[in-house]
């Protein structure tokens, strides 16, 4: 009787296993598309797995609480892809998401002194890897933009044409506080970077402070008053009709 009910055990808590984050604010409309190709709309309190991929309509923006306390913004017309996520209650062992298309903004919580803990941010041309920071990558045709507001991003570039790889063609870029870098097929140009901005910048800082609060509750309550606002919504939109 025993095995049984280990493997029952097992078998439900696969599901929490699998969640990195939930959504913590959300502007507009957005989805995630599971592993197993089902496409689910999300809202504020939405569980994020591994191997989703999120993408935020356009004229929206979408804001992640990771299970670390890191945060995660995607402008509109953005798609991500997470493609690793590994945690020990809130202590990051490794992340990585590949930008597919748009802008990310990421504010890293910093690894515990001698870990060797990863956070990556992908694209076509480059990978953006850091312990702990302020950054922002953005994918536009075929440059991508690594802006860093705070800290120090490591992107290794690489200058291949598409389909004929050349380890000679990668090269690895220190970009520290203040500093973008456009990374083009073959080259990399730096100048000054100040933040995100207009309408984006405005709900980043929106979806800083949400999440500021979400930090001081409890696990079980963080999420709690904003499902209940959202049944209220859904029962005056159906009491109207």
């Not at 062992?93 to 930008?99: D, E, T």
């Not at 075929?142 to 507001?149: G, I, L, P, S």
């Amino acid at each position: 009787m025993y095995r049984p009910l280990l493997w029952l055990t097992c078998l439900f808590a696969l599901p929490a296993l699998a969640e990195v984050g939930r959504v913590a604010q959300l502007e507009g409309e957005a989805t995630r598309t599971a592993s197993g190709g089902a496409v689910e709309a999300l809202e504020e309190g939405s569980a994020i797995e591994v191997g989703d991929v999120l993408a935020v309509k356009d004229g929206g923006n979408l804001a992640l609480l990771l299970t670390d306390e890191s945060t995660l913004v995607l402008a509109g017309g953005s798609q991500l892809r997470i493609d690793e996520a590994t945690f020990a209650g809130l202590e990051r062992k490794g992340f990585s998401a590949r930008l597919l298309v748009g802008t990310v903004w990421a504010r890293v919580k910093k690894a515990v002194a001698g870990s060797s803990a990863k956070f990556d941010v992908t694209t076509e041309r480059a990978v953006a890897g850091v312990r702990g920071t302020t950054f922002q990558v953005e994918v536009a045709g075929e440059e991508t933009r690594v802006d860093v507001e705070e800290g120090l991003v490591e992107v290794q570039h690489d200058g291949s044409a598409p389909g004929q790889a050349r380890p000679e063609a990668r090269q690895v870029h220190q970009v520290r506080g203040g500093e973008r870098v456009r990374f083009l097929r073959e080259r990399a140009l730096r100048e000054r970077f100040v933040g995100p901005q207009g309408r984006f910048h405005r709900f980043v800082r929106a979806a800083h402070e949400r999440v500021e609060k979400l930090r001081h509750l409890p696990l079980e309550r963080r999420f709690q008053e904003r499902r209940q606002e959202q049944r209220e919504r859904l029962r005056e939109r159906r009491n109207r009709r």
